[in-house]
């Protein structure tokens, strides 16, 4: 991997990790779900992209999360 997956505090993320959301976030395609700063994330993935990974939460299946607003729990 010539890039790391880093939080929005610098530190570096991988496969399976727990992260918690810095800002509250809308949903497009949700039907107006919005994550609530705070929010614990669980069990996340990487994505080919330096910049995003993938979760799962309670309202929404599949999500893509920027890194910039997520910081490891």
Same mark, same amino acid.
């Given at each position: 991997?010539?890039?790391?997956? !880093?939080?929005?505090?610098?530190?570096?993320?991988?496969?399976?990790?727990?992260?918690?959301?810095?800002?509250?976030?809308?949903?497009?395609?949700?039907?107006?779900?919005?994550?609530? !700063?705070?929010?614990?994330?669980?069990?996340?993935?990487?994505?080919?992209?330096?910049?995003?990974?993938?979760?799962?939460?309670?309202?929404?299946?599949?999500?893509?999360? !920027?890194?910039?607003?997520?910081?490891?729990?």
């Amino acid at each position: 991997m010539s890039e790391d997956t !880093r939080d929005s505090n610098g530190a570096i993320l991988a496969d399976g990790d727990s992260v918690t959301l810095v800002k509250d976030l809308k949903v497009k395609g949700s039907g107006g779900v919005t994550l609530k !700063r705070g929010t614990l994330v669980k069990k996340i993935r990487l994505t080919g992209d330096p910049d995003e990974i993938e979760a799962n939460v309670d309202k929404v299946r599949g999500l893509v999360l !920027r890194t910039e607003f997520v910081k490891k729990a």
